[in-house]
Each structure stands twice: as C-alpha cells, then as structure tokens.
C-alpha cells in the first residue's frame, strides 16, 4: 500500500521560510518523479517543483529562485524548501507521484499560510 504523509505546513510572517516534507512508503521515491502541488481556495490544483527519477528539477515560474525541492532517497522522503515566502503562497500543499511502474498517488496535504 503507498502512502504520501506530508507534515510541516504553518502559518509564518511574510519573507520567511518552511520546510515541507513528504514521507513515502510502499515506493522507492528514487525510482519515481515526484512533485508539490498546491491548492489555493477557490483554485486549481498547481504544479510547484517537481524532482524527476533522474534527478532534474523543475519549478513553477512563480517560485523559482525561492523553493528548492530534494530528495532523500535512504528514507524516501522529498522536501521542498519554501523561502521569502509571500502571502500569494497560501494554499495546501499536496506531495504527488508518478511512474509507469507504480501509478499515481497523492498525499493529503498540509496548509501554508503565509501572513501580510
């Protein structure tokens, strides 16, 4: 059975930072590409950051040069960096992966909130 935990989200001051992280079991998260999305209310599911098998990295415009995403793969959890966060940045965070192998699955999020 894969889970996705997600855990770290909360409120924080504008310009600050948060670390999310993504527990993965029941996958090998080096073995697939992973990703953050986010969820603003009243808006789309959107892709953040996303750490392909091969290890490149991809980012929304909206956060490049401020979120970093990594992985660990010896505890098979995948963080994402969030610094000079603004209130823009407000939403849940939902942890994704992906493979050909394994299929598709999605954590249950953690709220950021990020205050003026």
């Known amino acids: 059975q894969v889970q996705l935990v997600e855990s770290g989200g909360d409120l924080v001051q504008a310009g600050g930072s948060l670390r999310l992280s993504c527990a993965a079991s029941?996958?090998?998260?080096?073995?697939?590409?992973m990703a953050w999305y986010r969820q603003a209310p009243g808006k789309q599911r959107d892709l953040v950051a996303q750490?392909?098998?091969?290890?490149?990295?991809n980012y929304a415009d909206s956060v490049k040069g401020r979120f970093t995403i990594s992985r660990v793969s010896a505890a098979d959890t995948v963080y994402l960096q969030m610094n000079n966060l603004k209130p823009e940045d407000t939403a849940v965070y939902y942890c994704?992966?992906?493979?050909?192998?394994?299929?598709?699955?999605w954590g249950k999020g953690t709220l950021v909130t990020v205050s003026s």
């Open positions: 994704n992966s992906n493979s050909i192998r394994s299929g598709t699955y």
């Open positions: 029941g996958i090998t998260v080096s073995f697939n590409n």
């Open positions: 750490i392909l098998i091969n290890g490149r990295t």
